[in-house]
T-cell receptor, first 112, second 115 residues
């Protein structure tokens, strides 16, 4: 079992650019959640996808958007990047419901 | 709103000593609680979970946590610290809304092990 995988591992972008991060869930999982973890902070919930729809959204602007594909994999898109978007972006997969979430290794985004 | 508070952003213990990391939760409904560990430059790994089946929960790597409703606590313990336990530890509560479940994390506790 490969577990949750994310790509790329690291990314450097310039302010104003757009970025796409990718996530493949753990085998058998149908729900994908995205979190942002700033340096020295706990992860903050961005949104969750189930059945290819955004089910819940955290306190993040519309510059953050996502997508879930029929094979349950997911993308996180961030437009008009700001310096404050620099963080570790974590993808987590689970079954739908109050179950444990399994995290990928994350994508480290640096905005300069 | 459901939330967790981790007391102590940094805990330092000697190798072989007891590890105690504190977590208090706020919830109006029976909570689902989790402890995760994060090693440098890595994602989060699930240590253990509480889902109301038993108040004392055993996890991986010798860790366990006890759910105490009267104290709204879910503290993480390990009888004897090992150097490999040095990491960041996060307590989290599962929050339901709009047909989905999200994890709300505490600020984390950095555990240092002294030789």
């Amino acid at each position: 079992d490969a577990g949750v995988t994310q790509s790329p591992t690291h990314l450097i972008k310039t302010r104003g650019q757009q970025v796409t991060l990718r996530c493949s869930p753990k085998s058998g999982h149908d729900t994908v959640s995205w979190y942002q973890q700033a340096l020295g902070q706990g992860p903050q919930f961005i949104f969750q996808y189930y059945e290819e729809e955004e089910r819940q959204r955290g306190n993040f602007p519309d510059r953050f958007s996502g997508h879930q594909f029929p094979n349950y994999s997911s993308e996180l898109n961030v437009n008009a990047l700001l310096l404050g978007d620099s963080a570790l972006y974590l993808c987590a997969s689970s079954l739908v419901g109050p179950y444990e979430q399994y995290f990928g290794p994350g994508t480290r985004l640096t905005v300069t | 709103a459901q939330s967790v508070t981790q007391l102590g952003s940094h805990v330092s213990v000697s190798e072989g000593a007891l590890v105690l990391l504190r977590c208090n939760y706020s919830s109006s409904v029976p909570p689902y609680l989790f402890w995760y560990v994060q090693y440098p430059n890595q994602g989060l790994q699930l240590l253990l979970k509480y889902t109301s089946a038993a108040t004392l929960v055993k996890g991986i790597n010798g860790f366990e946590a006890e759910f105490k409703k009267s104290e709204t606590s879910f503290h993480l313990t390990k009888p004897s610290a090992h150097m490999s336990d040095a990491a960041e530890y996060f307590c989290a509560v599962s929050v339901a809304a709009e047909g989905a479940q999200k994890l709300v994390f505490g600020q984390g506790t950095r555990l240092t092990i002294n030789p």
